[in-house]
């Protein structure tokens, strides 16, 4: 006997001529007996076949987990390896616990040809780790698996910028920096290390475009915690003075610990870019950031140049201060930006810190700058570039004179050098592209024909040699 059929489910022959429909399929006995074509529509799954195909897609993901679950030792210890040599990449400092580590296994095998082929289950073990170390953190309390959360998603959120999936980035930051603001960690005295990693990627991914919590922001969400913590000296010692972000801009700031300057200096380089964004946020073509601002950040960035090493600095402290260094220099291109078409000492600022910014790289190899190389270096290194490049093309030198030729040379050493760190991270090498094609789309026909000019001279000189 066939089950009676639901309203509305027989055939589209017997509903149009309202008679009753059998159901069978693929026809119906009356189509079948009137040799009608028999169409019935698409059936919707029950709940029970939807939980099914659920369960079918679950297993797949197990199995996927469990592969990355029990990797070879030597694999682990190879991946292990690897991101102990790129951990600077994500500002990482911390010990890594069982999500965090997830999440490194996952960014070094970026960086490992061998087992790139791990990424994507390595991918979904990380934001599974997160999410069970979330549910299973106590919500009264800073519970070590929350933190430990949260120092797996900027490890994941650095992968994923690796990966050019931006939006994805900036929504997993965004949603460790909700975790750590709930539980407090900007306001605790010893926040840990994890909390100024996620600050600083913040800054970075964000394009150090989009204001800190620091400044201009709901009291709840204002950072008040001491810079990080020195790890010469013992965790039961306090520092001696508690330094907080606004300390920055007092005549007289106390001395930073090392660790501090590298968030000291983002710090300023998100101010200095938000200033000079002044313009476009006003929509007026003649506004300049307040001028009582530019020079309480500038004399901000002075005194936390004075704090780096001059006399004699070994090669590991070269290394150790060129990241601050050049994020407080590209900070006073980027104040100094909207000033210099207007102002003389704003321009010769401006200039003078892109090439200070180059003749930093001359202390160290060109390995040593591949290897030290992240996001926001390479962001510093293509705005030194941009300057260069509009002195190069805007700036009246005579051809042949001495000045012309030391910014070709130092455009020159820049290409080669983010070419070189772009074929490690294709991202940087497309936010160089990017810039460069930018800025020449904008220049004028007249520009273009006077290079079209300068290189037929070129080519004139050639043909005389």
């Known amino acids: 006997m066939d089950r009676p059929l639901h309203r509305g489910s027989g055939c589209h022959e017997c509903r149009r001529r309202k008679l009753k429909c059998t159901g069978t399929k693929p026809a119906c006995d009356r189509c079948v007996r009137s040799s009608t074509p028999c169409v019935y529509d698409p059936v919707e799954k029950s709940k029970v076949a939807l939980l099914r195909d659920e369960v079918l897609v679950l297993r797949q993901k197990v199995k996927a987990l ?22 600077h990449i994500a500002y990482d400092t911390a010990p890594l616990h069982s999500t965090a580590r997830t999440a490194a296994l996952l960014l070094a095998a970026h960086f490992s040809p061998a087992h790139r082929p791990l990424a994507p289950a390595l991918l979904e073990a990380t934001r599974a780790a997160i999410d069970d170390a979330i549910k299973a953190a106590d919500p009264h309390l800073v519970d070590p698996r929350l933190v430990d959360a949260i120092h797996a998603s900027s490890l994941l959120a650095t992968w994923l910028v690796l990966h050019a999936r931006v939006v994805e980035a900036q929504q997993t930051l965004f949603g460790a920096a909700k975790l750590a603001i709930r539980f407090g960690l900007h306001k605790r005295p010893d926040a840990p290390d994890v909390f100024w990693q996620l600050l600083e990627l913040a800054a970075i991914l964000m394009g150090v475009n989009v204001s800190l919590p620091w400044e201009d922001c709901p009291p709840e969400a204002r950072v008040e915690a001491p810079w990080p913590h020195d790890p010469l000296q013992p965790r039961d010692r306090p520092n001696p003075v508690q330094s907080v972000i606004p300390d920055l801009f007092k005549h007289k700031p106390p001395p930073a610990s090392p660790p501090a300057l590298v968030p000291k200096a983002l710090v300023l380089l998100e101010r200095a870019v938000r200033l000079g964004a002044h313009r476009e946020r006003t929509q007026s073509p003649r506004a300049s950031p307040p001028l009582e601002a530019v020079e309480q950040t500038d004399e901000a960035i002075s005194n936390v140049l004075e704090l780096l090493p001059v006399s004699r600095p070994t090669s590991q402290l070269r290394r150790d201060c060129l990241h601050p260094h050049t994020l407080l220099l590209c ?11 207007r ?23 060109q390995d040593e700058l591949v290897h030290a190389a992240n996001l926001v270096l390479a962001y510093a290194w293509i ?21 012309a030729a030391r910014i070709k040379a130092d455009l020159d050493r820049l290409e080669s050098l983010l070419d070189a760190v772009g074929a490690k991270m294709p991202v940087i090498s497309s936010m160089f592209r990017t810039s460069v094609d930018q800025f020449h789309a904008l220049r004028t026909p007249t520009d273009s024909n006077n290079d079209d000019d300068d290189d037929d001279d070129d080519d004139d000189d050639d043909h005389s040699q």
Do not use: G, N
């Not at 030792?73 to 790129?86: G, K, M, N, T």
């Not at 900070?331 to 078409?341: D, I, N, S, T």
């Open 66 to 87: 469990e592969a990355v679950m029990r990797p070879s030792l030597p694999d682990q210890h190879a991946l292990l390896d690897c991101f102990l040599a790129i951990r």
């Open 331 to 341: 900070a006073r291109v980027r104040l100094h930006e909207r000033l210099a078409a």
């Open 343 to 365: 102002d003389h000492v704003s321009q010769l600022v401006w200039v003078q810190s892109a090439v200070a910014i180059v003749r930093l790289l001359d202390t160290l190899s």
């Open 383 to 403: 705005a030194s570039y941009m300057v260069l490049l509009h002195e190069r093309y805007y700036v009246p030198y005579h051809p042949d004179s001495d000045h």
